[in-house]
């Protein structure tokens, strides 16, 4: 049975700093691609970034370049997210998914995806 498990969220001031993370289990992880994707109340859910199964290749949403950044770690089978100088509007719900392929131009997309976490909420204050 495949697992996603978001943690790491939580109520921070504007300009801070949180970490998320994502433990899996049931998933051949190293060859998989990860991804998160975050949903605000009355928005779609959006990409936020995503890391190739090597780690070798990031791709990050044009609102989050700079200021978040992905990682894997394939021998805990967990992915990362490092998101710095938070704003108010990176508030949401983020979500953790896994993806059995690696496509440059399909990894924005949710439907690209297989597996899903159940979400971390991220409130930010202003």
């Known amino acids: 049975q495949v697992q996603l498990v978001e943690s790491g969220g939580g109520l921070v001031q504007a300009g801070g700093s949180l970490r998320l993370s994502c433990a899996t289990s049931?998933?051949?992880?190293?060859?998989?691609?990860l991804a998160w994707f975050r949903q605000a109340p009355g928005k779609e859910r959006e990409f936020v970034a995503a890391v190739s199964w090597s780690g070798g290749s990031t791709s990050y949403a044009d609102s989050v370049k700079g200021r978040f950044t992905i990682s894997r770690d394939n021998a805990k089978q967990s992915v990362y997210l490092q998101m710095n100088s938070l704003k108010p509007e990176d508030a949401a719900v983020f979500y953790c998914?896994?993806?059995?392929?690696?496509?440059?131009?399909?990894?924005?997309?949710?439907?690209?995806?297989?597996?899903w976490g159940q979400g971390t909420q991220v409130t930010v204050s202003s």
């Open positions: 998914a896994a993806a059995q392929s690696f496509s440059r131009s399909a990894l924005f997309r949710a439907t690209f995806y297989n597996y």
């Open positions: 049931g998933l051949a992880f190293s060859s998989y691609t």
